[in-house]
């Protein structure tokens, strides 16, 4: 009964509007300077998949921001989605909209809504933060971490409850339908959604529900409907990408790999190795410190570039580097509506059997590390209803979408699209080589160009662009 309820989620009828509460806004545009808006708040039900009532008769309240073009003859508005989950689509919309190599604005109405739990929305559910310190002298483990995050997300879901909100509402399907509740209330027909990181999951969410609202699709560092938890596989592709950039080679003794190797050894072997806090406290290190450390360098080029000298710091008995992550891995932190909604999309069984077995393989030198401390097991031990199968499932669309995936992404890989692409009739894949998950694939020219012309209406074929390599590496070009 309840999987049915979630598949009678969507609300197509256009026939009554959803009444807004209109007010002035200034906003940010990229340069920092004000940017006039007008913001909207509409209320839509908590629940709309909860069979006994209940949270169905109790409103919550999303809003949003619209930004006028200067587009005479405007087509149907951007729908701009923020990542996360738990980033304000109003917070960031303004300078997404005037960004001068997007150039939103020019083509029509930017909308930057702020998802349920998000920003202006209410409840707000990001801004109460829940938290737990380890002390110094523990030796941190992914067992370790895993239940105390655990206990604090209990914690989480617990305040919620007591204050009248539905854990199992709080969730992408439900968003996805509060997208189109600002669509009706709008009284247009269709849009064009921007999506990035998660605002991509949730852009898939809205296309399975209201594929016939939507007039394109621009996502990019894509999240597909079942690649919430990371595959360790990713991570470690983008691994072996580093070790490429190295001139001695992944095999020699001077190389990424050896280096990361001979410093787990270590830091298993020896678990009193300690390292001396800005505060002058005396943390013990230990190989996971390292694995955290190193799944979070790898996962950005900013922190790539600074590897190889910390690295070799620490190759000298210099274990400075990676007293921030000592210290993080013990500070254990959530908000519930990030908890909630990466929980119920989940992952489907053999999604999470894979990440068990690659976790499990030694070649994998950094397992799961990157989803440290917000692993499965803390959803499984929630005991809230999650998304059913049929929500990660194969997606069937008509509409046209532009998907964008850098190479050195170990979040949101080329091969996410790839897994999901055969469920789209009219989809092309731009990836970006030597780009991560930020957006550093605005520096090409053709790129930029590419996303001009699908926004107008034309046509894009799949491509693979090239930037240069991350200055500052070895073999890097000044950019």
């Known amino acids: 009964e309840a999987a049915s309820a979630q598949r009678e989620i969507p609300e197509t009828s256009s026939s009554n509007l959803v009444p807004i509460a209109w007010t002035p806004f200034v906003g940010d545009a990229f340069d920092g300077s004000p940017l006039l808006g007008e913001l909207g708040r509409i209320a839509v039900p908590m629940s709309r998949s909860t069979a006994d009532g209940g949270a169905a008769e109790v409103s919550i309240e999303i809003p949003f921001v619209r930004y006028r073009t200067t587009n005479p003859d405007p087509g149907p508005p951007i729908f701009f989605l923020a990542g996360g989950p738990g980033a304000s689509g109003i917070e960031f919309g303004g300078r997404v909209a005037t960004h001068p190599q997007l150039r939103l604005l020019e083509h029509r109405d930017v909308v930057a809504i702020d998802q349920r739990g998000t920003g202006l929305s209410r409840p707000n559910l990001v801004d109460r933060e829940f938290e737990a310190v380890l002390a110094p002298s523990v030796l941190t483990s992914r067992r370790v971490v895993e239940q105390a995050f655990t206990r604090v997300a209990r914690q989480a879901v617990a305040f919620w409850r007591e204050l009248g909100i539905d854990p199992a509402s709080w969730n992408s399907r439900e968003s996805a339908a509060d997208l189109d509740a600002v669509r009706r209330a709008l009284d247009v027909e269709r849009v064009v959604l921007f999506g990035t990181s998660y605002g991509s999951h949730l852009g898939l969410a809205y296309l399975r529900d209201f594929d016939e609202h939507v007039e394109r699709a621009l996502l ?57 806090t800005e505060s002058q406290e005396k943390v013990r290190l230990s190989a996971f410190d390292l694995q955290v450390y190193l799944a979070r360098s790898v996962a950005s080029i900013a922190a790539m570039e600074a590897l190889p000298e910390a690295l070799s710091s620490m190759l000298e008995g210099d274990w400075s580097p990676l007293v921030d992550t000592s210290e993080d891995n013990r500070r254990v932190a959530i908000n519930a509506m990030t908890l909630l909604v990466d929980c119920a999309s989940g992952g489907s069984l053999a999604r999470l059997q894979q990440i068990e077995r690659e976790r499990q393989d030694e070649a994998y030198l950094l397992s799961d590390a990157l989803a440290a401390p917000f692993y499965p097991e803390t959803c499984d031990a929630l005991g809230v209803e999650g998304l059913d199968d049929e929500f990660r499932g194969p997606l069937s669309i008509e509409t046209p979408v532009l998907f964008v995936s850098g190479t050195l992404d170990a979040r949101t890989p080329p091969q996410n699209v790839e897994a999901i692409r055969s469920g789209f009739k009219e989809a092309s894949h731009l990836v970006i080589e030597n780009s991560d998950h930020d957006s550093r694939e605005l520096m090409s020219s053709e790129y930029r160009a590419m996303v001009q012309r699908f926004l107008r209406g034309g046509a894009v074929l799949d491509s693979t662009l090239t930037l240069p390599v991350p200055v500052q590496m070895p073999g890097g070009t000044v950019e």
């Open 220 to 276: 990019t560092k894509v999240e597909g409907p079942d690649q919430t938890w990371k595959l360790p596989s990713s991570v470690n592709r983008v691994f072996e990408q580093w070790e490429r950039f190295q001139p001695e080679g992944k095999d020699s003794e001077t190389g990424l790999r050896f280096a990361v190797e001979t410093l787990l050894r270590r830091l298993e072997v020896d678990s009193s190795l300690l390292a001396t």
